[in-house]
C-alpha cells in the first residue's frame, strides 16, 4: 500500500507528480500497469429481506441494529504485496470486529477483489466509505484518489462510477441527513460534496490549509451534523460543520500519523482511527475532546492502514454473525 505524501508541493511553476511508494512504503516511479490475472472472489451469505414479509423484514432490522451494538465491527480494504511469484497486488476486503475479548480480530469478506479494466492493476484504494447498504472507496485512475469506485461484496467485484474532477481525494464520509458524499481533497486543500450517482464533486469550501494524506468520519452531536477530519501533515483531528464547511476547531494528536484513516461507529459512539506513525498496522480508539489515541490491537492490518467504514445497518452479503 503507498503511503500519500504528507504534503504537497505549492506556489511552483511546474507541478512535479509526487513520489508513488510501494506497498511497504518504499520510494519508486510508478510501474507501467501490469497484465491482469484472474482473481479468487469468495462469496458469504446474503443478508436482507428477500421476500419476506414487510413485518418480518422491520423485525430483522431491528436485529441487525440490536446486533451491530452487540457485536461491533468495521471495514477495510487491507492492501498488500502480492504472493511470491505472483505479480499482482491483492486489495482484500475485511472486517475488524470491535466486541470485547475480540478486539481487532480480522475476518476476511473477499480474499482480493476483482478490479475493473479501467483501472490500473496496483491502484491505490485511499478511502472506504457505507452509504446505506452500498459501498464506496476512493481510488487511483490517473492519480491517488481521483475516482470514485463502489465495492460489491456479493461479488468481491469493484466497478468505476466516475472521476471527481480532483485529486488526492483521500477522506471520503456518508452522512444520511445531508444525503449525498462528502469528500476532502488534498490537491486543492477543500472539503467536497459528492453525488454517489456519478462521482460529480463540488468544492463546499476551500479549507486554506496545505492538506496531505487525510480522513473524514461523520461525527454525532446534538445539533448540526458535522463532520470529523484527520490531517497526517498538521496532526490534528478537525471538526466541520457539514451544511457549510464551516470549521469547529480542532486538537492535536497524541502520535503522529503516516496515513490516515478515521470512522465513527454509529451503534457504539465510539471514533476509530489507524495509520499511526510506527504502528501503520495497528488500530486505535481515539477521544475526539483530546487528540487522545490509544492502541486497541496490533497488526490488525497487512500493510499501513488508510480507509475504514463503519456500517449503519445491514449490508448485503455481510452477515451479522462472525466465522
Do not use: K
Not at 472521476?163 to 486543492?188: C, P
Request: with cysteine; glycine share 8%; aromatic share 6%.
Amino acid at each position: 500500500m503507498r503511503p500519500q505524501p504528507r504534503a504537497l508541493l505549492r506556489d511552483c511553476e511546474v507541478f512535479t507528480v509526487p513520489e508513488h511508494f510501494s506497498r511497504r512504503g518504499r520510494r519508486h516511479a510508478r510501474p507501467a500497469p501490469r497484465p491482469r490475472l484472474s482473481l479468487s472472489l469468495a462469496l458469504v451469505p446474503a443478508l436482507g429481506c428477500g421476500d419476506r414479509l414487510a413485518a418480518d423484514c422491520e423485525h430483522g432490522e431491528d436485529e441487525s441494529a440490536a446486533a451491530l451494538a452487540e457485536r461491533p465491527w468495521l471495514l477495510a480494504i487491507d492492501e498488500s504485496d502480492p504472493p511470491e511469484g505472483d505479480g499482482q497486488p491483492v486489495d482484500a476486503l475485511i472486517r475488524v470486529r470491535l466486541d470485547p475479548g475480540h478486539e481487532g480480530e480480522r475476518e476476511v469478506l473477499c480474499p482480493s477483489l476483482a478490479l475493473p479494466p479501467e483501472l490500473p492493476a496496483d491502484t491505490n484504494f485511499t478511502s472506504l466509505v457505507v452509504q446505506g447498504e452500498r459501498l464506496y472507496a476512493s481510488a487511483l485512475l490517473e492519480t491517488w484518489g481521483d475516482t470514485l469506485v463502489e465495492v460489491d461484496p456479493c461479488t468481491c467485484t469493484a466497478s468505476v462510477v466516475g472521476s471527481y474532477g480532483f485529486t488526492q481525494v483521500a477522506g471520503l464520509a456518508a452522512a444520511d441527513e445531508l444525503g449525498g458524499l462528502f469528500g476532502l481533497a488534498a490537491e486543492g486543500d477543500a472539503l467536497l460534496t459528492i453525488d454517489a450517482a456519478n462521482a460529480n464533486a463540488e468544492a463546499l469550501v476551500e479549507l486554506g490549509a496545505d492538506w496531505g494524506s487525510n480522513a473524514l468520519s461523520p461525527a454525532r452531536t446534538d445539533g448540526a451534523v458535522e463532520l470529523y477530519a484527520l490531517d497526517a501533515r498538521s496532526d490534528r483531528l478537525y471538526t466541520f460543520r457539514a451544511s457549510d464547511g464551516l470549521s469547529m476547531g480542532s486538537v492535536p494528536l497524541s502520535q503522529p500519523l503516516l496515513t490516515a484513516g478515521l470512522e465513527l461507529h454509529p451503534e457504539i459512539e465510539r471514533l476509530y482511527a489507524c495509520g499511526v506513525e510506527g504502528r501503520e498496522t495497528a488500530l486505535y480508539e481515539l477521544t475526539p475532546d483530546s487528540g487522545a489515541l490509544r492502541m486497541i490491537a496490533d497488526g490488525v492490518f497487512a500493510s499501513a492502514c488508510d480507509n475504514l467504514a463503519a456500517p449503519s445497518g445491514p449490508i448485503a452479503c455481510i452477515p451479522d454473525d462472525f466465522e
